[in-house]
């Protein structure tokens, strides 16, 4: 059973720094894509980032661009997101997820498993 577990979250004043984390466990396939995304209050999911299974192609939305850095350890099964001055607008709930494909995507619905989410609160 392939199960996903994020960590990191949490509350950070505007101008800071947090760093996600993500684990898969129970992989049975063997390349595939990490995504981050997120859902704010009353809004649908959107992308923030994706990767690759080489590293070598990242993704980022217009709105995290220079600001989040989106990472992998194949050997640890762990996907990264480095998020940097932090905005009130990043506040949400965030989900990595696996694309079982070699190269990563914005939409959601290429995105086979995901993980249950972990808050992050940016204040002003």
């Known amino acids: 059973q392939v199960q996903l577990a994020e960590s990191g979250g949490g509350l950070v004043q505007a101008g800071g720094s947090l760093r996600l984390s993500c684990a898969v466990s129970g992989r049975p396939f063997i390349s595939y894509a990490w995504g981050w995304f997120r859902q704010a209050p009353g809004k649908e999911r959107e992308f923030v980032a994706g990767i690759s299974w080489s590293g070598g192609n990242t993704l980022y939305a217009d709105s995290v661009k220079g600001r989040f850095t989106i990472s992998r350890d194949n050997i640890k099964n762990m996907a990264f997101l480095q998020m940097n001055n932090l905005k009130p607008e990043d506040t949400g709930v965030y989900y990595c997820?696996?694309?079982?494909?070699?190269?990563?995507?914005?939409?959601?619905?290429?995105?086979?498993?995901w993980g249950q989410g972990t808050q992050v609160t940016v204040s002003s």
């Open positions: 997820a696996v694309r079982l494909f070699a190269l990563s995507s914005a939409r959601s619905d290429e995105y086979r498993y």
